[in-house]
């Protein structure tokens, strides 16, 4: 027995077979392909190429592979339809079907968002191993989050649960947020760099660093450099993110009672340092008791977690797989995936 996981991200993909049933997270074989300028059915091409792959060498080792894990950039939804808006003409695509078609035997195929991969991931041998209520933050370029709640992943009615670059965090309503979300304008890895730009252009006598830098082309990057240079606009930038951070973690605690939030994505590379400020700001909004039993912690598994998250998924969806997964003994972090995720069957 045999899985896969892969892992469809919006410049590259990752995929891997996994030994099946208590084979443990280390993979059998790995095969990973840049995208570059590829659009959605180019981008799916090279998917179910990695899968046949997979699958051969699964067969060379007289091995079958029996469930099929995918961990998205973006959105998944019933039927197996995957969106990533950084993949051209790649919006409401049928990957589900076309994958379980290249696997050519008859096995489950569950997709998953990123967020919601890395929080498995991060149960089965991270920095959430052994928490049955958690969460993870991703903050990349966009924000989102993967909630366990008692060893299962929330997914909601349609797939969509973890959109919380939405999470409504200031008022009034401005027209930007129609296009990002109010939490990912603000705090995202592209959100900083805006309010790097919108605090240059309010502060025409700032003459730090980053005014040095042409304002279409200022990046988080830049606003975490100057941070270390003491610059004060960076600092503002910054401590406007932090207060968005600590208060979407004060929401996840106080509506979901976790054990622990793990805090990832590039972003939470170089904000780790500012990861105290962040549990300080969420103490002032959120339910007192639950926030004096849960923990934030920083990913323990950078960037193979959305591929581990992948196999975990298949793991639990294979018709053979052990009782209790490792890493979540009893839980099925595939539950409900007949209703909303199995492959091409809404």
């Known amino acids: 027995m045999a899985v896969i996981g892969l892992d469809l991200g919006d410049t590259r993909v990752s995929a891997a077979l996994f030994p099946g049933g208590t084979g443990g997270s280390d993979p059998l074989v790995r095969t990973d392909a840049a995208l570059a300028d590829r659009d959605g059915r180019a981008v799916a091409r090279v998917v179910c190429r990695a899968v046949r792959e997979l699958a051969a060498g699964a067969a060379k080792r007289g091995e079958s592979v029996d469930a099929v894990g995918v961990s998205v950039a973006g959105t998944v939804q ?79 009615s349609a797939d969509l649960a973890g959109g919380i670059g939405w999470m409504a965090l ?3 309503w401005l027209e930007p947020y129609r296009q990002a979300g109010c939490f990912e304008f603000h705090a995202s890895g592209k959100g900083l760099g805006e309010v790097a730009r919108l605090l240059l252009a309010a502060t025409p006598r700032y003459e730090g660093p980053l005014r040095a ?17 003491r610059d004060a606009l960076a600092a503002e930038a910054l401590g406007d993110a932090v207060a968005y951070w600590g208060m979407a973690a004060a929401n996840l605690v106080s509506l979901f009672n976790p054990q622990r939030i793990v805090f990832g994505g590039d972003i939470f590379g170089p904000a780790l340092k500012l990861l105290s400020r962040v549990r300080g700001e969420a103490e002032r ?62």
Request: aromatic share 4%; proline share 11%.
């Open 78 to 156: 019933p039927g197996g339809l995957v969106s990533v808006p950084e993949i051209p003409d790649f919006s409401d695509y049928p990957l589900g079907r076309e994958v379980e078609a290249a696997v050519r035997r008859r096995c489950p195929v569950r997709l998953v968002p990123r967020p919601g991969a890395c929080m498995l991931a991060e149960s089965w041998s991270g920095a959430a191993a052994g928490a049955r209520d958690a969460a993870y933050l991703e903050v990349g370029k966009g924000i989102g989050v993967g909630i366990l709640v008692n060893g299962a992943l929330l997914r909601g």
């Open 170 to 172: 200031a008022r009034p």
């Open 213 to 229: 830098v042409a304002p279409h082309a200022l990046t988080s990057e830049h606003v975490f450099a100057a941070l270390e240079m």
């Open 285 to 346: 909004w959120a339910l007192p008791a639950a926030m004096r039993q849960v923990e934030f912690v920083a990913a323990a598994l950078g960037a193979a977690a959305p591929l581990l998250g992948a196999a975990r998924l298949a793991l639990a969806a294979a018709p053979v797989a052990a009782a209790d997964p490792p890493g979540e003994p009893g839980a099925d972090p595939a539950a409900d995936t007949d209703r909303a995720t199995r492959a091409g069957r809404p």
